[in-house]
Nanobody, 126 residues
């Protein structure tokens, strides 16, 4: 079973950039489509982005489209989330997740992921 550890969160000002990393271990990373989700205090966990096993296909939530980019490096067992032009509304705990099924539109749902990381805080000040 793959294990996931996120890093790269922190406190930034609005308009700044941040890159999150998620390192996988204990499994074959290339067997998993990957996703990023986030959860603000008092709100449901929401979809941010997903990427296919080889990295050729991606999908990003409308709320972060043109600002966030998901990518992966299978040689490093790592998936990234590059976040630009951050807004206070982006403040949340960010989670990475792994899915055993082939990449498709259904991976916008957290119910289709098998493994979750512990999360990393991102706080954007005004």
């Amino acid at each position: 079973q793959v294990q996931l550890v996120e890093s790269g969160g922190g406190l930034v000002q609005a308009g700044e950039s941040l890159r999150l990393s998620c390192v996988a271990s204990g499994g074959t990373f290339s067997n998993y489509a990957m996703g990023w989700f986030r959860q603000a205090p008092g709100k449901e966990r929401e979809f941010v982005a997903t990427i296919s096993r080889g990295g050729a296909s991606t999908r990003t939530a409308d709320s972060v489209k043109d600002r966030f980019t998901i990518s992966r490096d299978n040689a490093k067992n790592t998936v990234y989330l590059q976040m630009n032009s951050l807004k206070p509304d982006d403040t949340a705990v960010y989670y990475c997740a792994a899915a055993s099924i082939p990449w498709s539109w259904v991976l916008i749902s957290r119910r289709n992921y098998n493994v979750w990381g512990q999360g990393t805080w991102v706080t954007v000040s005004s």
